[in-house]
Structures are given as structure tokens and as C-alpha cells.
């Protein structure tokens, strides 16, 4: 970046990750985001981007490349949902302007759908639909995070029979799972 | 043979005494056995005489035998080895001795049914109405009645077989008390076959056997073919015995006959081994299984339980719980004091529970339910004797009464709800009464109750508005809820032994009901505001206020007339209006107890507080309210009533309005008789801004403007007031105040007592040559700046509304219009020194205006009565209005208290799993509302957000307080 040498500015971005060969909507653009700390879009800290890639000894762009590819294996595969986790959460920080606490439900369920759709193909169309007609304002984090725990533990749940709305899922879960019930009935 | 043994005669227990005594009192005769003389013949000569002396004490010859030999003889015969054929030859004759009295017995009697029972048929007679039913079913209590009774549905009595078979039993009594004396004395003789032989050998004693001889081969003999004739017998005695159709001494037969099974010991081989098998070693232990046992009480419970069935299905054949539960009652009643008389200690328990459950417990749920006279008609009808009985009656079968207070809780939430039903017919009534009044002078009112017409006629000159309905709905709905509790208390207290369980159920199922309509906070508050200000308003004297933010107002009096003559007025007057009686006090707290029922307590709160405003600001008794001392205070009086029920910080803002009144009263005085001392009179409310609801636009009243003379009085008060209070501020609020004013008109002087914005408006004309100027509205609006709404009303007040034309207006039309002229009328009269100026509600004004504009196209003064639904949908509209306004602001609160109680549990507790921390909440908050699961998501949610909380890392339903 021409204003700041500790870090790496947008464009300086955007070249890097066209030279790895990845459209900036790609997930591992996100990834790459994730794994290198980038404390916002388009941004990535000189230390951490070197610090990184050197424990990981790639220093060409294809090493890298790879290294984002096996990540994006490791997401796919069955039993992934650590690192899943891991980036959906480092996500919402990732996505949120600067003092806000909640992002706006249209960004949200574009980062929903590229983060998570392929895991869950049934509740990601559904929710982000939901989550459009509902038009509520803004997610919080608390909702975005709760949300993976939600679908995860609710993976292969489609009828909820034994939802209990006085647990501690948050107001838009509960609303959620009622829309889908009346749905299915 | 010593006289001694005729005593107790058949009771076996006594054995033992007896003996001691015969030992006692033969010690002397008894010689030391021979032991060398006796040899083998001697030993059946002595069987023989044995022998025949039991026969003949069998046969009652006793009196001949001599004790003392025959008891040497026994003992002989078992010193010398002799125990075993002694035992054996004794019980062989008792045998069959007894097998002969067995076919003795069976020889000479037949049993005949003394009792038919038949089937049951349900036999209501539909025609009969309820009154003879039950003195028709009352007629078994009444011995004199016919002894054979011939109704389909009752057993037929056989009166010729009755005695035969009393004969029979008294004779089967006495052969058995014969044989217990016989065998009593055959004991007492074989005395040292008992000691030794059978002590040896851990056989029964030859009594104990005698009596289990007498079980097996007469009574159970052949099948059970005498204990069953025995069974029916007795059966069919009890059964008279019901009908109260015995005397005493054959109720005296049946015990003894009861005795006599109880006494019956089974088979005692059977006890034997049980003996040898040393499970019950111990002598005398009677346990064993007796005839009464196992033949008798099976048999007797069985026949009682027919009874009781056949008794319960005939009474329930009449659907009328009344006669239900009374002949169950009494039925219970007599029974229990005929088992006490007759009946075993040890079926007493089963009997009773037998009979609780057939009469009561089968059929108590469909009793209560019947329609008509059950339960529900006897609570409605406070019917305390029923009431009693049912509580009994349920207490019997279940000390928590589960299915009594379920019944209760029904009739409560049930009959809760038509209260609501019942006023607003009652309301819709009297409308349609007034409609008829007018229509027909007299409109036949038959079917009314005259408290509807009192109140009809009363209520209905004109009419109501929607305050006016809501408020009559308020009072009637909460009268009848509050009087619906009273019954309900009083039937707790006079049969319910003031149970706290059903003080329980009472009280949540109003609960339940209260709570169904959301507009009860607001009827209550409504409620204890008319009742107040009625209690309040006796007098007539004059104040005035104003107000806002941390305080302020001006207000009152002044000026004006004739020649510029400003005077004053207003004291407040000294009678004690505040001051109540027993009434009152009674009224409050009955009324403040209605609060414990309501969920939405913070609403109750909101719309108390408006009214409790209102009523403080404008009732010219609120000084001598809030100034009388605190048990004399009607308005102080309901608030610490209030704060029993709800708590400290629920009443804490109510306190503080009064505290600002009281204060303010103070330092009017003080400024009043020391600064401000001239003929201008200023009383001022100093409103704390957080605690009052009343609120008024600081914009509006700065651009307000007043008279010199005015302006230069609020100054000095300012003054008056920052000297004492430096770093308040004041602000004065216009639109509460009013102000007093005498005007010299053409006819007379009148004291003109107006609102602030009125008062300003007629102040434009205080100058004596300026009377006859005519200002537009809009010149006025400029003059004044009061806002246009205001304007509008109170130029109506003053120049449109009949009685109070203090101002002529130009054209004479209803609206107001900005070219419209006003000038003052000189020619002004009224009856009254004294005059008032109502304010036209913003509602009607603005809806004449509205319709005035409308029709001024068109025709004049159409129909008064479109122009009354105008107001009424305005005057609706601006009621939702305001609703939902109070409903916003109490959601906004109970997000802050939810917030705050959130906070204040967490920063305790540290970590809380979530439900926990919903139950805590809800306790935390009951008594203010009950707030629901999704709110408090919420605004756990937002806590999240701000980073008060957070969620544990692991464990999802964990929250943990952030520092």
C-alpha cells in the first residue's frame, strides 16, 4: 500500500488474488482472508502475511494456492466443521463496518450462501429467503454465530418436532423454525 | 365342681384367669398323684370316665362330675406316657360329637331369602317432579314406613321368613357359646394334658381345637353349607338394619354372630404346620386366618359394595346433585355409626373406604358437573349448606381436593368471563332503554331490573361519550369482579375451613380470567379515579397550576374588569375534603387488592399516575389532599395500599407527585404572603419533570405570550425560586393552569374562572378602551402564540359554547376560521357571581370545527347525530391513539427493566444457564408484569450485542457476565 508499508491495500488485494488465480468472490478468497488475519475487506497486514506464509513455507503463489485448495477440501469433507467454524466465525468480524454491531442481512445472506450452502443445501435457501422477507435490519453476532451451531446441531432436522422455543436460541431462530413448520405442514 | 367356672362364660380370652382361679381355689383339694398304683387297666377306666364326663358336660350335666378326680385321672394318663391317646380320643369325640350337632342343624332348618334383590333398572319417573322424588326416597329412614316395599328398584322384603331365620341364627349363637363353655370346662379338666402333652408337641390346646373343630364340621362342614346360610342370614339383617327395619337385640345377634366368625379359627392342622414351621411360634399368637376372614367379610364387602352401587346409580338417576350429595351424606352418616355399633374394628376402615369410594369417588366428577343444582348453582347461590357438604364430602376421598378446586377453577374462570359479557349487555341495555325512552314516553321496562332503570335514567340525558362508556364499564365490570370475589371469600371462609390450597385456586383463576381482558389495568385505574373524585369533589375552591420539567408553573388570577381593577382570588378552602371515613378506607383497599390479580402491573401503574395527575393538577382539593395528615388522606391512603400490594419502587413516583404538591403549596405561601404580596394572587406547582406524566412542549410555552403584569410575576417567582433552589429549572407549563378573573360587564361583575390559554386570550381586551376592538384568529394567534389547536378550543370555549359567549364572534358559525372576527360581549350575563369555562375537549373541537367547515358548503346543521359520530370516531381514534402511546412507553420501560433485572441477576450469579436466568427474571418481575420468553430473548440478545454478556464458548445455553 502506497500509504502504509505495514500493510497490503485493496488493489494490492486484488492483484494478489488474481496472481493466485481466484476471483475475489471465491471462498478462498475468504479463506485466505482468514488464514492470514486480514482485520478487514481488502486489507492484509504485512506481519501476519509474512509470518504466516514462512511457518507455512510457501512462497510461491502456486504454494499458496495450494494450501487455500486443501483448505477448501477440508471445508467440504464430512467431518470439517472445526475449521468451518473457525472462518465462519472469524467472518462476521471480518464483514462488519467499522462501529457497527450488527451487518446488514442482504451481506449477510450473500456470505451465508457462500460459506455454508454447500454444507447445508436444504436450510441455507430457506433461511436466507426467510431472512429477506423477515426484514430484520441487521444480524448480530450472536445470531450469525449461533446460527452454525444451529444448523449444525439441526443438520438432518427439517421438522423441528421437538423444538423448544424457551431454550436459548436467539428471537430469529425461534421465528425461523416456525416459518418452517408452517411450511411443511 | 367350683362355681368359679361359670364365669365368662364364652369368652376365651379369659381362659387363663379362669384356670388360675380353679388352681387357686382346689389347691387345697389336690393330693400329690399316687405313682405307683396305676396300672394299665386303670388307664382305660379312665379314658372311659374321661369320656363320659365330656358328653356329659356337653350335654349341660356338669354338675355331678368332680373336678378333682377327673383332673387326676387326665393327669395321670399323660404322666404315664399317655398324653398322645388322651389327645387324640378327646378330639375324636369333640369330632364327633360336633358332626352329630352338624346334622342336628341341618335336619331342622332350610334357608329362605328374607331379601329379594333385583336387578337395577334405571326407573326414573320423568313425571314425578323433584319434591316427591325425595320424600319418596326419604321414606326408608322411617321405620314406621311399610316393611315390604314394592318399587321396581327396591329389594323386596320377605317378612315371613324373617323371623325363621332370626330363630335360626340366635340358635346357632347359642349352640356355639355352649360349646365354648363346654369346651372351657373340658380344658380346665384335661388342664395338664394342655401343659404338657400339647406344650410338648406344640399342638393346639384342646380349647383351641375344640373351637377349630367347631369351624370345620359344623360350620364350614360339607362345602360351607351352614356358614353360608349363616352369611346370607346375616347379610340380609344388615340389610334391614339399613332400612332401619330391626330392633336392637337382633342388631345384638348379628354382632354376636360376627363375633362367633371372628372367633373361628381356621383348620388347625393348617396352624400346625405354620407352628411347626416356626413361623408363628409364639403361643397365643391368634393371627391365623379366621372364618370371619376368609368366609365372611369377602362376602360382606361384596354385598355392601352392591348396596352402595345400586344406591349411587338410583340417586344419579335423578341428575340433581343436591339430593346427590345430601343422601350420600347421610347415607355415609348412618353407616358409619351402624359399623361402629355392629361391625368388626378391622372391616371398619374397608367398609368406609369402600363407601367413599363407590358414593363419592366413582361419581363426584359427574355430580358436580350436573347442570342446575350442583355445584356451580350453589356457589352462584351461595348455597353454604351444599357447599359444606361437598367439601366434606371431597375431603373424604382426597385431602388435596384436586378435583373440587379443578371444578372451582373452572366456575371461576368461567363465570369471570361473563362478567365482562354481563356489563356490556348491561351498558347496551341502558342504550336501547334511553333509545325507548325517547321513542315512547314510557317504554315498558318490564324485563329491565329497576337498577337499570335508575341508572338508565340517570346516565342517559344525553348521549355518552366513549369516556363516559369506558368509565361506566370500568366501574360496573370491577364492582362485579370485586363483589364475585367477595362471594367466593365468603363461601372459602364459611365451608372451605379457609383451606389454602382452595384460597390457591380462587386466586389464580381470577387471575386467569382478569388477565384475558389487557384493558383491566386501565379499568381499575379508571375505577379508583372516579371513585375519588367523587369522594373529592364537595367543594368549590379555586386554584390553578401549571407546570413542567423540573418544575414550574404559573398560574392564577387576575384582572380585569371595568376599571382596570386587577384583582385576586383564590384561597384555597379549609374544608376537609380529603379527610375519609371507614367507607373510603374499606372501598380503597378492597379495590387496591384487585391488583395482585393483574399481570401488567407497570400498566396499572402508567395509567394510575395519569390520573393521579390529572386529579392533583385539577382538583381544587388537591393541597388539602395532599396537605391532610396521612390516615385522613384519601389520595395518600390508596397510595400506601397500593405499595402493600406491589412494593416500594412501584409507588416511589406517585410519592414523589406528592411531595412536589405539598412543597408547592409551601412555598406559594411563602411567596405569596412575603414577595409577591400585592393583589395579584400566584400559586404554583413545582412538578418534578421525571415524576409526573403531564408534559408540555418547552418550545410552546417559551414562545407563549403573557401580559406585562404576568410576565413580570412569573419573574419575581423565578427569583423567588432560584434564590432557594439554585440549579433547578424552572418552566412554566401554560396549558394546565387557570386563572381566576373578574370582569365588569354591562349587567354585573362575574368572576370569570378560565384556563391560562382562555384567560390570555380574554386579557387582550383588559384594557378598558380597547373593548371594542375585533381581532381576527389569526391576529390572536400572532398576539398570543398560543398553538392553533389550543386556539381553536378555547376560542370555541369562549365564543361558541352557549353558557360562556364571553366573546361575540364573527359569522356566527360553529367553526373557527382564521378570518373569523372575535370581540369582546359587553352584554354578557349569567345567574352566577361565579362563572366557569369549561374547555371544549380537543376532541369535539376538533371534530365541530371539521364538520362545521364541511357543512358550511353545504347546508347548516344537518343532523346532530352525524355530527356526533364525527366526535365519536374522533374521540375514538385519539383514545387509540393515546393507548398506544401508554402501551409504547410501558414496552420501552419493561426493555429497561428487563435489561436492568438481566444485568442485576448476572452480575450476581456470574454464570447462569438460560433458563435459569428466565425463571429468575420472571420472579424478579412478576410483580410488575409478567414478561414473555421472547422479550426477555431479546433483550438478552441486545445485552449480547452491547457485550454485557456473552455466550460460554462451549456450551450455547450458558451465559456469562461480562465486567
Known amino acids: 500500500d502506497p500509504d502504509n508499508r505495514e500493510q497490503i491495500g485493496l488493489d494490492g488485494t486484488i492483484n494478489y488474488i488474481q496472481g493466485l488465480g481466484l476471483e475475489p468472490e471465491d471462498r478462498r478468497a475468504l479463506i485466505l482472508a482468514f488464514i492470514l488475519d486480514s482485520p478487514s475487506m481488502g486489507i492484509f497486514r504485512h506481519e501476519s502475511f509474512v509470518s504466516y506464509w514462512t511457518s507455512q513455507n510457501a512462497y510461491t503463489l502456486p504454494d499458496m494456492r495450494g494450501l487455500l485448495d486443501r483448505f477448501e477440501d477440508e471445508l467440504k469433507s464430512e467431518t470439517g466443521y472445526i475449521k468451518l467454524k473457525q472462518l465462519y466465525r472469524y467472518s462476521f468480524g471480518f464483514i462488519i463496518e467499522k462501529n457497527q454491531t450488527t451487518i446488514d442481512s442482504d451481506i449477510a445472506i450473500d456470505y451465508w450462501e457462500l460459506l455454508l450452502e454447500d454444507r447445508f443445501p436444504e436450510k441455507i435457501p430457506i433461511w436466507c429467503e426467510f431472512v429477506k422477507l423477515a426484514k430484520k435490519g441487521g444480524i448480530s453476532k450472536d445470531v450469525w454465530n449461533m446460527f452454525l451451531d444451529f444448523l449444525i446441531q439441526y443438520k438432518d432436522d427439517n421438522t423441528y418436532d421437538n423444538w423448544d422455543p424457551m431454550a436459548a436460541w436467539p428471537n430469529i431462530i425461534d421465528e425461523f423454525v416456525s416459518y418452517c413448520r408452517k411450511d411443511t405442514i | 365342681m367350683c362355681a368359679s367356672m361359670h364365669v365368662n362364660k364364652s369368652q376365651r380370652t379369659s381362659t387363663h384367669t379362669t384356670q388360675n382361679s380353679i388352681r387357686h381355689g382346689l389347691r387345697a383339694k389336690i393330693r400329690p398323684p399316687r405313682i405307683s398304683s396305676l396300672n394299665q387297666a386303670n388307664l382305660s377306666d379312665s379314658w372311659n370316665d374321661l369320656s363320659i364326663a365330656i358328653t356329659e358336660i356337653q350335654n349341660k350335666n356338669a354338675s355331678n362330675l368332680s373336678f378333682g378326680e377327673l383332673y387326676t385321672k387326665a393327669y395321670n394318663m399323660v404322666l404315664r406316657k399317655h398324653g398322645e391317646k388322651l389327645y387324640n380320643n378327646v378330639k375324636n369325640q369333640i369330632k364327633n360329637y360336633l358332626l352329630n350337632v352338624y346334622k342336628d342343624i341341618v335336619k331342622s332348618f332350610d334357608y329362605q331369602p328374607i331379601v329379594i334383590y333385583p336387578l337395577f333398572e334405571s326407573s326414573i319417573k320423568t313425571g314425578g317432579d323433584n319434591i316427591d322424588t325425595e320424600a319418596d326416597f326419604n321414606d326408608s329412614n322411617d321405620p314406621n314406613d311399610t316393611l315390604i316395599n314394592i318399587s321396581t328398584d327396591e329389594p323386596i322384603v320377605l ?304 348521549k355518552r361519550t366513549l369516556k363516559e362508556t369506558q368509565t361506566l364499564f370500568a366501574n360496573e365490570w370491577i364492582k362485579l369482579i370485586l363483589k364475585f370475589r367477595e362471594k367466593l371469600k365468603t363461601s372459602l371462609k364459611t365451608c372451605f375451613e379457609n383451606n389454602n390450597n382452595f384460597s390457591a385456586t380462587i386466586e389464580n383463576a381470577f387471575s386467569e380470567f382478569i388477565n384475558l381482558n389487557p384493558k383491566v389495568s386501565e379499568c381499575l385505574a379508571i375505577y379508583m379515579d372516579d371513585y375519588i373524585k367523587k369522594s373529592l369533589k364537595q367543594s368549590t375552591s379555586i386554584s390553578s397550576k401549571v407546570s413542567n420539567n423540573i418544575s414550574n408553573g404559573i398560574n392564577n388570577s387576575a384582572i380585569a374588569n371595568g376599571n382596570t381593577a386587577i384583582s385576586t382570588i383564590n384561597s384555597s378552602s379549609n374544608n376537609k375534603l380529603g379527610s375519609m371515613n371507614d367507607d373510603i378506607k374499606t372501598w380503597i383497599e378492597g379495590s387496591v387488592i384487585l391488583l395482585k390479580f393483574i399481570n401488567d402491573k407497570d400498566l396499572f401503574e402508567k395509567y394510575y399516575k395519569n390520573y393521579l395527575g390529572k386529579r392533583l393538577l385539577t382538583s381544587r382539593n388537591s393541597f388539602n389532599s395532599v396537605v391532610g395528615n396521612i390516615d385522613n388522606n384519601i389520595e395518600s391512603f390508596a397510595i400506601i395500599k397500593i405499595k402493600e400490594e406491589t412494593g416500594t419502587s412501584f409507588t416511589s413516583k406517585l410519592e414523589g407527585m406528592f411531595r412536589d404538591i405539598k412543597k408547592s403549596k409551601e412555598l406559594n405561601d411563602e411567596f405569596n404572603s412575603n414577595i409577591g404580596k400585592d393583589s395579584l394572587e400566584l400559586e404554583v406547582n413545582i412538578l418534578t419533570s421525571t415524576f409526573w406524566p403531564q408534559t408540555n412542549s418547552r418550545e410552546i410555552d417559551s414562545k407563549i405570550i403573557y401580559p406585562e403584569f404576568l410576565k413580570s410575576k412569573q419573574e419575581e417567582y423565578n427569583e423567588f425560586y432560584y434564590k ?187 454464570r447462569l444457564e438460560h433458563n435459569e436466568l428466565m425463571s429468575e427474571l420472571i420472579k424478579l418481575l412478576i410483580g410488575r408484569f409478567k414478561p414473555s420468553p421472547q422479550s426477555i430473548k431479546q433483550r438478552i440478545e441486545s445485552l449480547l450485542e452491547k457485550d454485557y454478556l456473552k455466550r460460554d464458548e462451549q456450551n450455547i445455553n450458558l451465559y456469562e457476565y461480562v465486567a
Open chain 2, 159 to 462: 317378612k315371613e321368613n324373617i323371623d325363621r331365620n332370626i330363630r335360626f341364627l340366635e340358635k346357632i349363637v347359642t349352640i356355639w357359646e355352649d360349646h365354648i363353655f363346654s369346651m372351657k370346662m373340658i380344658s380346665d379338666v384335661l388342664m395338664y394334658l394342655d401343659r404338657v402333652y400339647a406344650k410338648e408337641n406344640s399342638l393346639p390346646s384342646v380349647y383351641d381345637f375344640g373351637i377349630s373343630l367347631f369351624n370345620d364340621f359344623v360350620i364350614t362342614y360339607n362345602n360351607n353349607k351352614i356358614g353360608e346360610m349363616l352369611n346370607q342370614i346375616v347379610i340380609d339383617q344388615f340389610y334391614l338394619t339399613r332400612k332401619n327395619l330391626t330392633t336392637n337385640s337382633e342388631n345384638n345377634l348379628i354382632k354376636s354372630a360376627m363375633k362367633m366368625f371372628e372367633s373361628l379359627q381356621e383348620d388347625y392342622l393348617t396352624r400346625n404346620k405354620l407352628r411347626n414351621s416356626r413361623l408363628k411360634a409364639k403361643e397365643g399368637s391368634t393371627t391365623a386366618v379366621n372364618y370371619y376372614l376368609r368366609y365372611f367379610e369377602p362376602f360382606f364387602l361384596k354385598k355392601s359394595s352392591d348396596y352402595y352401587e345400586v344406591f349411587a346409580k338410583k340417586l344419579l338417576s335423578f341428575h340433581d346433585g343436591s339430593i346427590y350429595i345430601e343422601s350420600i351424606s347421610s347415607l355415609i352418616n348412618e353407616e358409619e355409626n351402624r359399623f361402629l355399633l355392629i361391625v368388626p374394628d378391622e372391616t371398619y376402615p374397608k367398609l368406609v373406604q369402600l363407601m367413599d369410594n363407590i358414593l363419592i369417588n366413582n361419581n363426584f366428577n359427574q355430580i358436580l358437573d350436573f347442570e342446575g343444582n350442583s355445584l356451580n348453582y350453589w356457589l352462584y347461590n351461595l348455597d353454604f349448606k351444599k357447599l359444606k357438604l361437598t367439601y366434606k364430602l371431597a375431603k373424604r376421598i382426597d385431602s388435596e381436593f384436586k378435583l373440587l378446586r379443578e371444578k372451582l377453577r373452572n366456575y371461576i374462570f368461567l363465570n369471570g368471563q361473563k362478567l365482562e359479557v354481563k356489563v356490556k349487555l348491561f351498558i347496551q341495555n341502558i342504550n336501547n332503554n334511553n333509545n325507548n325512552n325517547n321513542n315512547n314516553n314510557n317504554g315498558d321496562n318490564k324485563n329491565n331490573n329497576s337498577h337499570n332503570n335508575n341508572k338508565s335514567n340517570r346516565l342517559n340525558v344525553k
Open chain 2, 724 to 910: 432557594k433552589y439554585s440549579g433547578r429549572f424552572l418552566n412554566f407549563t401554560s396549558n394546565f393552569g387557570t386563572m381566576d378573573i373578574r370582569i365588569q360587564f354591562n349587567k354585573k361583575r362575574h368572576e370569570i374562572i378560565i384556563p391560562i390559554y382562555g384567560g390570555l386570550i380574554l386579557l387582550l381586551w383588559s384594557d378598558l378602551d380597547q373593548r371594542n376592538l375585533k381581532f381576527t384568529m389569526k391576529e390572536i394567534e400572532e398576539k398570543t402564540m398560543i398553538p392553533r389547536n389550543d386556539l381553536i378550543r378555547h376560542l370555541q370555549s369562549i365564543s361558541v359554547a352557549p353558557r360562556t359567549r364571553l366573546l361575540k364572534k364573527e359569522p356566527m358559525s360553529k367553526g373557527i376560521n382564521e378570518t373569523d372576527l372575535f370581540s369582546f360581549n359587553e352584554s354578557f350575563e349569567a345567574p352566577t357571581f361565579k362563572v366557569k369555562v369549561l374547555t371544549i375537549s380537543m376532541i369535539s373541537s376538533a371534530a365541530t370545527n371539521a364538520k362545521a367547515n364541511q357543512a358550511a358548503n353545504k347546508k347548516e346543521d344537518q343532523a346532530g347525530g352525524k355530527n356526533r359520530n364525527v366526535e365519536m370516531d374522533v374521540e375514538i381514534e385519539d383514545k387509540k391513539r393515546e393507548d398506544q402511546q401508554i402501551m409504547r412507553d410501558v414496552l420501552l420501560d419493561r426493555k429497561y427493566e428487563i435489561d436492568a433485572a438481566i444485568v442485576r441477576i448476572m452480575k450476581a450469579r456470574k
